[in-house]
């Protein structure tokens, strides 16, 4: 069963997505990221979009964590549904509606943060996490990022989760990879806005 890991809701079991659809990333791989992510103060108010979902548990150990503002997107009604009941249960615990989510496909929800008709983001996010399904082709990823690109702060971090036997992510011109890690079959990789 997975569960929060720490924080203000450490502790707390979170329902997972029936089947074998989705991917659950470990508590170990989960522990790594987040220690990472606090040890450079980047949890602590921000706003926070968590892509491709599953059961939410990403966005919601950053809600957890000192996250404002939490967004969950899912496509799959079944972990879409899961979603939304973990996100009730830490919004509960929070006493607060931090965590929301959009049911859609990753892409579409992100078109939407952006104003057609000037190409400004409508929301931007501090942090963005991504555990993309590993069908997801490489030039797909590559699609998603630039889309990423436009909805990011200033100083956003992007970590993407991937097999650690697929290629390190094409990067848009708009990003750059700064770091990486290996946990076992998992690679993780954070990159940021380049600086103009």
């Known amino acids: 069963m997975s569960r929060i890991i720490a924080g203000v809701a450490g502790g707390q079991p979170l329902k997972s997505v029936p089947g074998d659809a ?30 491709f979902a599953g059961s939410g548990a990403l966005g919601i150990e950053a809600a957890s964590r000192g996250a404002r ?11 879409a549904s899961v979603c939304q009941q973990n996100a009730a249960l830490v919004n509960k615990v929070l006493k607060s509606t931090v965590v929301s989510v959009q049911r859609g496909s990753v892409d579409s929800v992100l078109d939407s943060f ?10 931007t996010f501090d942090v963005v996490l991504l555990d993309p399904p590993y069908p997801l082709t490489d ?22 989760e991937r097999s650690s036997r697929s290629p390190e992510p ?20 954070f990159a940021e806005p380049v600086e103009v």
Do not use: C, M
Not at 69 to 79: I, N, R, S, T
Not at 114 to 123: E, F, I, Q, Y
Not at 139 to 159: F, G, N
């Open 22 to 51: 989705t991917r659950p990333t470990t508590d170990r791989v989960k522990e790594a990221l987040f220690s990472r992510l606090e040890s450079w103060d980047l949890l602590a108010g921000a706003r926070v979009l968590d892509l």
């Open 69 to 79: 503002q939490v967004v969950l997107v899912e496509k799959a009604p079944k972990a």
């Open 114 to 123: 952006v104003n057609t008709s000037t190409g400004l983001a409508t929301r």
């Open 139 to 160: 030039a797909e990823l590559e699609i998603t990022l630039q889309k990423i690109a436009k909805v990011l702060a200033a100083d956003a971090t992007v970590i993407v």
């Open 170 to 189: 094409s990067w848009p011109e708009e990003l750059e990879n700064f770091s990486d890690k290996k946990y076992g079959e998992t690679h993780l990789w």
